[in-house]
C-alpha cells in the first residue's frame, strides 16, 4: 500500500484517470495532487465534470479498457448481467446526462448492477457529486495498489 503522493506528472495522473483531460493537468501542478483531487474535482465546472466522467470507460464496457479498467472489471461475464448492465448504462445516461462511474472495489458485476439500480433515480445534481467521488477513489485505489 503506497502512501499518496506529494507529486505526480501529468502522464502517471492520466493514466489514473483514464485519460488527459484539464482536470488531470491542472491536477499535475498541485502538491498532492490525490488529496487536492478530493475538493477540486467538486469545484469544476460542470463541463469539465464530464469531460472527467466520460473518459471513464462504461460499467461492463468489453472492448477499449485500459489495462487497469479490465482487472478491475474482472471477467463477470454472465450475459443477462451484462445487457442489464448496458441497459441502465444507457438509461443513466439519458437521464443524467454523464456516465455512471462506481468504484467498482473487485465486486462483482451483478453487485454493481444493484448499485446501478439504486443511483439512476437520484437527482442530478447528486448524481453528479457521487460520479465524480467515485472517481477520485478508483484513482487513489490504483495509485495506493501500485
Do not use: C
Amino acid at each position: 500500500m503506497r502512501e499518496l503522493p506529494r507529486q505526480l506528472s501529468i502522464e502517471e495522473l492520466a493514466e489514473l484517470f483514464e485519460s488527459r483531460t484539464r482536470f488531470v493537468e491542472r491536477l499535475a501542478r498541485e502538491q498532492h495532487p490525490l488529496v487536492r483531487a478530493r475538493t477540486l474535482v467538486h469545484e469544476l465546472p460542470r463541463d469539465e465534470k464530464i469531460e472527467i466522467l466520460a473518459a471513464h470507460p462504461a460499467i461492463g464496457q468489453r472492448s477499449g479498457l485500459s489495462r487497469r479498467s479490465a482487472a478491475e472489471q474482472g471477467s463477470d461475464d454472465d450475459p443477462e448481467v451484462l445487457a442489464g448492465l448496458a441497459q441502465l448504462n444507457a438509461e443513466y445516461e439519458a437521464r443524467h446526462g454523464f456516465r455512471f462511474v462506481v468504484f467498482v472495489d473487485r465486486r462483482p458485476k451483478s453487485e454493481i448492477l444493484a448499485v446501478l439500480k439504486s443511483r439512476i433515480a437520484n437527482p442530478t445534481g447528486q448524481e453528479l457529486e457521487t460520479a465524480l467521488s467515485e472517481l477520485v477513489a478508483i484513482a487513489e485505489d490504483r495509485w495506493s495498489s501500485g
